[in-house]
């Protein structure tokens, strides 16, 4: 099968089946650009298009179609394409849960959870029960799964009111409120820019916000500013002009805190606060932080802003994949790195890059959740990327020593992107040329787009671990791959 049937025959194999009785209330959309549609079928003229990790509520449901709440409008969208909510999550207790391809001890072992890895319960057979998560199923012994409820949020008691410690208000277009104080947490509701909310608690750059029906759940700090709408200061106009290239805009005030996005020098923020030694920014429609020692504090206000679009990939679509994810650690540093961590910082980190430069990014994943490589080529088949990226950090056993960053390609018609992207890499980064070679990986093989895959270094070496965990590597990595593809585009 070729074309669209075997991508629409892909996916809907692949990607998550519907129960058949659906009472779950939303559906998270599990591709880019997925069409809403007047009506429940292909014939039904297009209305907008949703994105891959939206969520939208279900307002009815039509053979395998779905009616979403969308922008405040209705229409439809192929439930074959979207993952409707579940209700039973189950926890892993332990690392290394053996995932096997049949209930019981003879089943061969497919894959492994990782403590506290959610999954979802699809079936029990006596001691064993069937879990599904995203594309791979499989049976794990129930002993070693502790049943994990959709924290239902408390009800606020009167005396949870009165121990408010302020308001924050929504800083993001579209927020998430989630049940507990992590972005793996599941999602409760979502609420708007300006919204603003009482918060009881504050913990790990989050704060525990309360809702309007008595029930409280917690937002990313990152994406809130705390609300001094009662006192009538206006706000600071100071500005912070950075003094470096490729300093990191991170999510909180440490360098524990993720990277966001990177500037470069002579960039200018507003600040919104300080807090240590570090300032809260604006930046976008919200927030980041960034170091004190990276920047000089100015405070006259008639300075232009940061001009962040450089815009050599303009119109481009750029398909990044973070290698590995959820139960798929990938390789293991010798100190202990997860690939599957690494590759998604990178990714991130590079998508802030490319879109500086006005590419569009489409990721295949967004967060430490596993994800098929059928899946992954799948969602770059149905992208409209022009090329597609797969990140990955490499590893070899521990009698050798082994260093540097190669790319790989599959197709010939390839090598000029890999040819490009790695001297982007090593020119920016300056690690070990390891050059480039033809790879036959199924991620390539079964890619329609232009793609390669990029090994950015060994965390099986004690010293190249650590630089590939530093910040500074990782903006050189984005900047180098960047470059790379705006040679190739030229
Ligand atoms: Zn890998």
Not at 414 to 426: D, E, F, K, M, Y
């Amino acid at each position: 099968m070729k074309g669209w049937m075997s991508i629409v025959f892909i996916l809907a194999c692949l990607l998550w089946l519907i129960p058949t009785a659906v009472h779950a209330d939303s559906v998270k959309v599990q591709v880019d650009n997925l069409n809403v549609r007047s009506g429940p079928d292909l014939s039904h003229s297009v209305l907008g298009k949703v994105q891959k990790d939206e969520t939208h509520s279900i307002v009815d449901q039509k053979d395998d179609w779905i009616k979403i709440k969308w922008d405040n409008k209705t229409g439809w969208i192929a439930d074959w394409l979207v993952n409707v909510k579940q209700e039973e999550t189950v926890k892993s207790k332990v690392d290394y849960l053996r995932v096997r391809g049949k209930s019981g001890m003879d089943g061969e072992v497919q894959d492994y959870l990782m403590k506290d890895e959610e999954v979802t319960k699809l079936d029990q057979k006596g001691d064993w029960v069937l879990i599904d998560q995203n594309t791979a199923s499989g049976w794990v012994h129930k002993s070693y799964l502790s049943t994990y409820s959709k924290e239902q949020p408390k009800e606020t008691s009167e005396s949870e009111l009165s121990k408010s410690l302020g308001k924050v208000k929504v800083a993001a277009a579209v927020l998430n409120v989630r049940s507990k104080a992590t972005s793996n947490s599941s999602i409760l509701t979502q609420v708007k820019k300006e919204d603003s909310f009482e918060y009881s608690e504050e913990k790990q750059g989050w704060y525990k916000i309360s809702l309007d029906n008595n029930k409280t759940g917690w937002v990313a700090g990152w994406l809130v500013t705390k609300d001094n709408s009662s006192s009538a200061t206006p706000q600071s106009q100071s500005k912070v002009t950075l003094q470096y290239n490729a300093t990191n805009l991170r999510s909180g005030p440490s360098t524990n805190h993720k990277v966001i996005s990177s500037a470069d020098k002579g960039d200018q923020f507003s600040v919104i606060s300080k807090e240590g030694s570090w300032y809260r920014v604006s930046y976008k429609d919200s927030s980041a932080y960034v170091a004190g020692w990276t920047v000089k504090e100015s405070k006259s206000s008639n300075i232009k802003s940061a001009s962040v679009s450089k815009g050599n990939l303009q119109g481009k679509t750029i398909v990044l994949d973070a290698g590995h994810g959820g139960f798929d650690p990938g390789a293991i540093g010798r100190n202990g790195t997860y690939e599957k961590t690494l590759t998604l910082q990178t990714a991130q980190d590079l998508k802030s890059t490319l879109e500086q430069n006005g590419a569009s990014v489409v990721m295949t994943r967004t967060n430490d959740s596993y994800l098929s490589l059928s899946a992954r080529a799948a969602i770059s088949n149905a992208s409209s990327g022009d090329v597609f990226i797969s990140v990955h950090y490499n590893s070899v056993p521990a009698s050798n020593s082994a260093t540097g960053i190669n790319t790989y390609f599959y197709n010939d018609s390839t090598r000029s992107l890999a040819s490009n992207v790695q001297s982007g890499l090593i020119n920016s980064t300056g690690l070990r040329d390891r050059g480039i070679a033809n790879g036959n990986f199924h991620i390539l093989r079964n890619n329609q787009k232009p793609s390669v895959l990029v090994e950015l270094g060994f965390i099986s070496d004690v010293n190249e671990e650590k630089t590939v965990n530093s910040s500074s590597f990782q903006s050189k990595a984005s900047q180098g791959i960047t470059n790379g593809l705006i040679n190739y585009f030229k």
